[in-house]
Nanobody
Framework: QVQLVESGGGLVQAGGSLRLSCAAS????????MGWFRQAPGKEREFVTA????????LYADSVKGRFTISRDNAKNTVYLQMNSLKPEDTATYYC??????????????????WGQGTQVTVSS
C-alpha cells in the first residue's frame, strides 16, 4: 500500500508558475513509477506526466511539454511537478499517482493503483 498526499496548489495568474509536491509513504517509494494527472470539471481525468523509478525517463502530454517538469527525490519520498507559463486551460484538480513496477510507465489511468486526494490549481486570465 502506498499513501500519497499532494500539496502546492493554488491560484495563479496566466504566465505564472506553481510547484506541486507529492509525499509518499508506505512501501518502497523508489520502486514505483510516479505520475501526475489532472481533471477539470466535467472532463475526464487526463495524463500530464510520469517519471520512472530513478528519474532517468519521463513522459509528458503534448499540452504541457516544454512548460512542466516532473522530478523525484527518492531520499525524501517525494515527487514534484514544476509548472511554468501556466495557462487558464491548465486549471484543474491535479492528482499524484503511483504505478506498481510491473506496469511500467504509462499514460492510462488504469496503469496506476494508488492515488492522492488531489490539489486544486486555478489559473486566471
Amino acid at each position: 500500500q502506498v499513501q500519497l498526499v499532494e500539496s502546492g496548489g493554488g491560484l495563479v495568474q496566466a504566465g505564472g508558475s506553481l510547484r506541486l509536491s507529492c509525499a509518499a509513504s508506505g512501501r518502497t517509494f523508489s520502486n514505483y513509477v510516479m505520475g501526475w494527472f489532472r481533471q477539470a470539471p466535467g472532463k475526464e481525468r487526463e495524463f500530464v506526466t510520469a517519471i520512472n523509478w530513478n528519474g532517468g525517463r519521463t513522459l509528458y502530454a503534448d499540452s504541457v511539454k516544454g512548460r512542466f517538469t516532473i522530478s523525484r527525490d527518492n531520499a525524501k519520498n517525494t515527487v514534484y511537478l514544476q509548472m511554468n507559463s501556466l495557462k487558464p486551460e491548465d486549471t484543474a484538480t491535479y492528482y499524484c499517482a503511483a504505478a506498481a513496477p510491473t506496469y511500467g510507465m504509462g499514460r492510462s489511468v488504469s496503469n496506476y493503483a494508488y492515488w492522492g486526494q488531489g490539489t486544486q490549481v486555478t489559473v486566471s486570465s
